[in-house]
Every structure is written in structure tokens, then in C-alpha cells.
């Protein structure tokens, strides 16, 4: 895409995927095969989509802590597997870091191994996500230059309904809180685009308060918009959906 000639290796890439995928049935979703024509894992596609993009630079993949050398790396597309294949300079631009408790500390930890290359910005992305197309890539890096923060979110198809708690002895049964408008909300996507320097700063701030108290952040946007600002949103895609479920691996 034109205007990125400047901006070269400092978009980095953090991709997620140290969780423990309890809704799959205990199967890890991200090493799943993919039913695609190039025959790779989910986690294989969603790295592809993002090495693929000359615009971006180093890729770091979050895993459970002892499979960076194992089942995270045999997921991924044959010619980043082998030393003796002739693509040194894209598979040296991955890494592997064990993931932490949550989420949120995964991502910490791969934003602090990516200081040593100084991004100017990065992408964080579900390794559950392996419909990501580059022509979204290309967008949020572009937003991303543009706004300093950005997601890409999908408007609601339905009416959503903010629920009381649950009334003590009438276990099962909620009652609507608050009747809330879809033209308000969104459903947020990844990848999310962000200042690196802004967002690092801003996990650090996180962790403090997560070692304070009991809370856990649900995102990358909403960290950053708890310590830095606004973020921007830009239109996504219904194909790039996220794999939660068994039947969601059907195309």
C-alpha cells in the first residue's frame, strides 16, 4: 500500500495465542488444522496472513509457557519450520514467548520482547482469527499512523440488553438492567493498531492496578483507553471471525 515506504520494519506483529482454549474441549483451537487449499493450522494462517505483509516487521507469537519449540512451531506454514529451507529472513523475524496468566499479561510480555527491535507501532492479533485478510491489515496500519489507536469492530445485529445480578433465590433468572441502542455499540475485531511506546506504557500501568485489586481487562483497547485515550474504529470483516467453538472451525 502506498504511504508505508517510511514506515517499514517499525510495525510489529504480537499474536496471541497462550490460551488454554477450554471451550474447544480442551483441544488447543490455535493448533487445530485449518480447511483451507494450503492445507495449514489455524495458527498457521493467521501468522501467514501477517509475514505476508511487506509492510510489517517482527512477529511475536504468545504460547503456553514450554511449547515454543514444539507444537507452537510445528503449526506453523513448512518453510518457517525448516533451518535448512531457503527463507531465513522471514522466519527469523518470529519469535515464540510463553504466555502468562491472563491475556493481558501475555501481551505484556511480548510487548516488552519486542523493545529490543523499537517499533514505532504494533498489531495485536487473536491467533484464533485465521480469516484476517491484509487488505484489513493494510487499514489498521494505516489508522494506526493515522489516530495512534485503532480497532476494527462490526455494528450489532441484534438488540443487546445490559442484565441486573442474579436475584438471590431465583437462581437462572436476570432481569433487564438497562435497554441499550445497537446503533451505539460494536462488536470489536483484531487486529488492534496502537502506538507501541503508548500501549507498552500503558500494560505497565495495568499490571500495577491488576496487583491492587481484582480486575481483568478484555482487551488491548481498553487499556489503552483507561490510561492513554481515545481509540478509533474503523469498519471489519464478518468473514474474520474468531474460533471459540468446535463447529466454528466450519467454513
Known amino acids: 500500500m502506498a504511504g508505508f515506504g517510511t514506515v517499514g520494519n517499525s510495525i510489529a506483529v504480537v499474536i496471541c495465542a497462550a490460551g488454554s482454549s477450554k471451550r474447544m474441549g480442551g483441544e488447543k483451537k490455535e493448533y487445530q488444522p485449518f480447511p483451507n487449499e494450503k492445507s495449514l493450522t489455524v495458527l498457521g494462517d493467521a501468522v501467514n496472513a501477517f509475514i505476508s505483509c511487506p509492510q510489517i ?111 438471590p433465590g431465583l437462581p437462572g433468572i436476570r432481569f433487564i438492567k438497562r435497554h441499550l441502542r445497537r446503533e451505539e455499540l460494536c462488536s470489536a475485531q483484531t487486529p488492534q493498531g496502537f502506538a507501541f511506546t503508548e500501549i507498552l506504557a500503558a500494560h505497565e500501568k495495568a499490571r500495577e492496578r491488576e496487583e491492587k485489586e481484582t480486575f481483568e481487562y478484555t482487551d488491548d483497547a ?26 466454528d472451525l466450519v467454513l
Not at 228 to 241: E, M, S, T, Y
Open 57 to 167: 516487521g517482527p512477529i511475536v507469537i504468545t504460547v503456553p509457557p514450554g511449547e515454543e519449540n514444539g507444537k507452537a512451531m510445528d503449526c506453523l506454514p513448512f518453510e518457517l519450520r525448516s533451518a535448512t529451507l531457503p527463507d531465513y529472513e522471514r522466519r527469523a523475524r518470529l519469535t515464540f514467548v510463553p504466555g502468562g496468566l491472563t491475556r493481558r499479561s501475555s501481551v505484556h510480555k511480548a510487548l516488552s520482547a519486542l523493545k529490543l527491535h523499537e517499533p514505532s507501532y504494533v498489531l495485536i492479533h487473536d491467533g484464533a482469527r485465521p480469516w484476517v485478510k491484509q487488505n484489513l491489515i493494510e487499514k489498521i496500519i494505516e489508522a494506526a499512523i493515522k489516530y495512534g489507536a485503532v480497532i476494527p469492530a462490526l455494528p450489532l445485529t441484534e438488540t443487546p440488553k445490559e442484565l441486573e445480578n442474579t436475584e
Open 222 to 247: 481498553e487499556v489503552w483507553g483507561e490510561f492513554v485515550g481515545h481509540v478509533a474504529v474503523i469498519p471489519g470483516d464478518p468473514a474474520n471471525r474468531k474460533i471459540t467453538f468446535p463447529e
